[in-house]
Nanobody
């Protein structure tokens, strides 16, 4: 019913920037909180940032001041602007969104993941 499609990952040198996008499509009625997670090799998946429907944001301490999460409600899209990237930011980044579909309950959907690699 609902798909989250991510884009914007790639290879970048330390200190560089990337902008990730995540677009929701399908039978979307409303989107609440949206978030970005990441999973580095050999590590657990961790929350990077989230943004509520009203625009309130939260960030992991490790990315605070460097990353910015935003959303475009008209486009059902969330973004993650990643600046001053470090090798430790290397991971597969997953977007997620709490979505209400017509005639159904709220539930989280996940994107397919996009690889971000930061070289030193």
């Amino acid at each position: 019913q609902v798909q989250l499609v991510e884009s914007g990952g790639g290879l970048v040198q330390a200190g560089g920037s990337l902008r990730l996008s995540c677009a929701a499509s399908g039978s979307v009625f409303s989107i609440g909180t949206m978030a970005w997670y990441r999973q580095a090799p050999g590590k657990q998946r961790e929350l990077v940032a989230d943004i509520t429907g009203s625009g309130s944001t939260n960030y992991a301490d490790s990315v605070k001041g460097r990353f910015t999460i935003s959303r475009d409600n008209a486009a059902n899209t969330e973004y993650l602007q990643m600046n001053s990237l470090k090798p430790d930011d290397t991971a597969v980044y997953y977007c997620t969104a709490n979505v209400k579909t017509p005639g159904s309950i709220w539930r989280n959907y996940w994107g397919q993941g996009t690889q971000v690699t930061v070289s030193s």
